[in-house]
């Protein structure tokens, strides 16, 4: 009888390894995915921030040395408009480490593109007295 039950834990046990082991694998694969998809929401998170803040900064930066002074004037025109959108997207870009101008680039498109709409809520938003963009 003992050689019998022998034999037979040994043939489970052969089966089951093998089975085992599958799951095994396949729970270490799932793992190692969530932990991947974590890090880049984590990677993603860190350069949406940082184009927060470079935008927001921009947009001040801008309103404060260029459009400002156009408003007191009276002279803001619409070409004036388009003049501090661009020195925005500049003072944006150069804010910008590379790491996170590629990140944006192979995600949203082109970054400039993306900027600019980054930029115009911005400015409405600055405009009405909110901060939504700038990362807390």
Do not use: H, W
Not at 30 to 39: I, R
Not at 48 to 68: F, G, P
């Amino acid at each position: 009888m003992n050689v019998f039950l022998t034999t037979l834990l040994q043939a489970v046990l052969v089966a089951a390894v093998p089975v085992c082991a599958a799951f095994i694998g396949k729970g270490l694969k799932a793992l190692a995915n969530y932990l991947g998809v974590k890090s880049e929401s984590a990677t993603a998170k860190r350069f949406l921030e940082a184009v927060a803040d470079a935008v927001s900064t921009a947009v001040t930066y801008t309103s404060q040395t260029y459009v400002d002074a156009l408003k007191k004037s009276g002279e803001f025109t619409e070409e004036n408009q388009r003049e501090a959108l661009k020195m925005a997207i500049a003072e944006a870009k150069s804010l910008l480490t590379a790491e996170t101008k590629v990140f944006l680039e192979e995600y949203y498109g082109k970054l400039d593109d993306y900027l600019e709409g980054l930029i115009e809520a911005e400015v409405r938003n600055q405009k009405m007295g909110v901060v939504t963009l700038s990362a807390s």
